[in-house]
């Protein structure tokens, strides 16, 4: 899903993953594995800025294939607060959409290398799972909270669908009212047919 980006002509280059998520009824979240904020063109031509979450946002490794893969991913994000955790299980984050892009930058200035197709997207899907981890610091009394957020590829939901009718009389009676043609398929998936036996 990544775009071919030259970076021949840099010595020293820097990577950061920069991680859209639309939640309906809350709003796009946007954040980077980056220390600073950033500001990202996106596919309607505008620029947003991503959130800089550093170490504390996670994202697992990528496979690198020549062709459209259905991998799954999963994105962790760790010190979360309380009560963001509670307001969390309100909304419907299930099938919300997730975009990762991948942008290369030069370590000295921290701005993006100027080639074309940087950052580039490197996945795009819908958030199948997620779930809750909490670790409590007996020291601090402090509790931290881990969310770990599955996303499947939208290769595999594209696979995954269902495409056409069933072949049931029911069905077809509420596409087609008029239509007959099926009223028999019950009788004759249920008949046994000696195929080549001598009349």
């Given at each position: 899903m990544s775009q071919t980006l030259n970076l021949s002509n840099y010595s020293n280059i820097q990577q950061a993953l920069f991680v859209y998520m639309l939640i309906p009824d809350y709003g796009a979240?946007?954040?980077?594995?980056?220390?600073?904020?950033?500001?990202?063109?996106?596919?309607?031509?505008?620029?947003?800025?991503?959130?800089?979450?550093?170490?504390?946002?996670?994202?697992?490794?990528?496979n690198n294939e020549l062709t459209p893969s259905k991998n799954d991913i999963t994105i962790s994000l760790t010190g979360i607060d309380q009560t963001f955790v509670a307001g969390m299980m309100g909304y419907q984050v299930k099938g919300s959409p997730v975009v990762i892009r991948r942008g290369f930058f030069d370590p000295q200035t921290g701005i993006l290398l100027p080639i074309a197709g940087n950052p580039s997207r490197?996945?795009?899907?819908?958030?199948?799972?997620y779930s809750f981890s909490d670790e409590y610091n007996d020291l601090s009394g402090v509790v931290n909270t881990t969310v770990s957020v599955s996303c499947s590829n939208i290769v595999g939901v594209l696979e995954n669908k269902i495409t056409g009718q069933?072949?049931?009389?029911?069905?077809?009676?509420?596409?087609?009212?008029?239509d007959l043609s099926f009223q028999r398929v019950a009788t004759i998936a249920s008949s046994n047919f000696d195929f080549g036996k001598p009349q």
């Open positions: 979240l946007r954040m980077s594995t980056y220390d600073v904020a950033m500001s990202i063109v996106e596919d309607d031509g505008n620029s947003y800025e991503y959130a800089p979450t550093g170490v504390l946002l996670s994202v697992s490794e990528f490197r996945f795009s899907g819908v958030i199948s799972n069933r072949t049931n009389h029911n069905e077809r009676k509420f596409l087609y009212p008029g």
